[in-house]
Structure formats: structure tokens, C-alpha cells
């Protein structure tokens, strides 16, 4: 999951994740060298948070939706 510490859509995935028992790694695009420019890369050239990679597959939730999250992460 990459996020920013400013990001409120980064900070509802989050609660949505540690409420549902669901682990993840967060890589803050702030912080790790060459972490914004992958984001960019994914999302078409813009910093899109929070942005998340699955088994390969990347997906951006900003805005935040829980739905789509939930559909993103196969729990319909």
C-alpha cells in the first residue's frame, strides 16, 4: 500500500484493513526512494494515493471507496 501521512483517503484504508484482520505493508511515497515515481508510473503520471499492488495487479482508491475496495480485494 503506497500512502502519504497526509492522505485521508490512505488513512480509511487503513482502518478498513486493520479492521477486517487484513495485513499489508505500507510504503510511504515520502520516504522511499523512487516510491512517487512508481506510483506516477502506475496511475498515469499522477501521485495517486493511496495506490495499492496485489499479486501484480495495481489499483488507486482515491477517492475512497469501500465497495470498489471490497471488489478490489475479492470480499463481495
Same mark, same amino acid.
Given at each position: 500500500?503506497?500512502?502519504?501521512?497526509?492522505?485521508?483517503?490512505?488513512?480509511?484504508? &487503513? !482502518?478498513?484493513?486493520?479492521?477486517?484482520? %487484513?495485513p499489508y505493508?505500507?510504503? /510511504?511515497?515520502?520516504?522511499?526512494?523512487?516510491?512517487?515515481?512508481?506510483?506516477?508510473?502506475?496511475?498515469?503520471? &499522477? !501521485?495517486?494515493?493511496?495506490?495499492f499492488e %496485489?499479486?501484480?495487479?495495481?489499483? /488507486?482508491?482515491?477517492?475512497?471507496d469501500e465497495?470498489?475496495?471490497?471488489?478490489?480485494?475479492?470480499?463481495?
Amino acid at each position: 500500500m503506497y500512502t502519504t501521512t497526509w492522505c485521508g483517503d490512505c488513512r480509511n484504508a &487503513k !482502518r478498513f484493513l486493520n479492521d477486517n484482520g %487484513i495485513p499489508y505493508v505500507e510504503i /510511504n511515497i515520502e520516504e522511499h526512494d523512487n516510491a512517487a515515481e512508481y506510483v506516477m508510473k502506475i496511475n498515469h503520471g &499522477k !501521485r495517486k494515493v493511496p495506490t495499492f499492488e %496485489i499479486d501484480g495487479r495495481a489499483f /488507486n482508491l482515491s477517492p475512497y471507496d469501500e465497495r470498489r475496495f471490497r471488489e478490489e480485494l475479492g470480499l463481495n
